[in-house]
């Protein structure tokens, strides 16, 4: 199938193809071998996006970092609900395939959920909804009921800073308790992709550099930041990469390059 995307949607294709350059690889991080049959179904050109199999596994330990907040808060909440936002073309209710209580939804752009209904099966209890992040209205559309996961992996970063803590005061008005799960740049780090991203795709995507991950809860009250996890620490990354980290781990610009950042609301988080 032919796969047509602009701007920051066509980015679902970056990591997509990581994921499954990954399952490919022995050992592999992720083994998301439905990411790899569906690069196989894709008819697009992946050799022009940059995603090599050296970077291949800082893609999926990122996945697999969020793979694992998720079971953490199912194992915690049995009737539960989880949210990804700017899904994209991961695979992640497949791979953590959740029980029965739980609902999960997945929201991206009209365009990108399309893709996905043409890839991927349906499945019970699952819910794709084809709406901007930053509009109001798939908010209405989830049940506010359940304690709920909101997952924003690979999405902040093409916010607005202003659209980002809008979306933010969004979640913790419309869901009683929960936690907000997701990655954030640093300036160094938006200006380095910016770069790459422009020579790939004509034009910087990335739009909210975030030095210091109080800055979340400092705009929100009702956010509590319980983890910032440097993305350079993942214990899944390659041997070399983990020792490159360790090597800059003074320079605090290269050291949070990029955050995964875990934030409660509510009383029960
Ligand atoms: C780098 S991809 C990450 C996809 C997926 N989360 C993953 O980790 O594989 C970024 C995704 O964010 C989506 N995105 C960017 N801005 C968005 C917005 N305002 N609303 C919904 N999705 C958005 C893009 O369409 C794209 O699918």
Redesign the pocket.
């Known amino acids: 199938m032919k796969v047509r995307?602009a701007g920051?949607?066509e980015?679902?294709l970056?990591?997509?193809y990581g994921?499954a350059l990954d399952a490919g690889m022995t050992p592999s991080l992720l083994h998301d071998t439905m990411a790899a049959q569906a690069v196989e179904r894709i008819d697009y050109d992946f050799g022009r996006i940059g995603m090599t199999p050296r970077l291949a596994p800082n893609?999926a330990a990122?996945?697999l970092h969020f793979d694992g907040w998720a079971r953490e808060f199912l194992a915690r909440h049995e009737q539960a609900t989880v949210v990804?936002?700017?899904?994209?073309?991961?695979t992640r209710v497949w791979r953590v395939d959740p029980g029965p209580g739980v609902r999960w939804y997945d929201?991206?752009?009209p365009e990108?959920v399309a893709v996905r209904r043409q890839l991927y099966p349906e499945r019970e209890n699952y819910q794709l909804i084809g709406?901007?992040?930053?509009a109001p209205e798939w908010l209405a559309q989830v049940p506010a009921d359940r304690p709920t996961l909101v997952l924003g992996?690979?999405?902040l970063m093409?916010?607005e800073p202003a659209?980002g803590h809008e979306l933010l005061r969004r979640i913790t008005d419309r869901f009683p308790s929960g936690v907000f799960a997701g990655d954030t740049h640093n300036r160094l780090a938006v200006r380095m992709v910016n770069r790459n991203l422009a020579r790939t795709f004509g034009a910087p995507l990335l739009r909210w550099a975030i030095e210091d991950p109080h800055e979340l809860e400092r705009a929100n009250p009702a956010l509590r930041l319980t983890d910032a996890v440097s993305a350079l620490s993942s214990p899944s990354l390659p041997r070399a990469t983990r020792i490159l980290a360790t090597l800059t781990r003074p320079v605090r610009a290269v050291r949070d390059l990029g955050m995964y950042l875990r934030l409660e609301f509510g009383p029960q988080g």
């Open positions: 995307l920051s949607m980015t679902a970056i990591t997509l994921k893609v990122r996945s990804h936002l700017g899904a994209g073309l991961d929201v991206d752009y990108v709406c901007s992040a930053t992996e690979g999405l093409y916010l659209q």
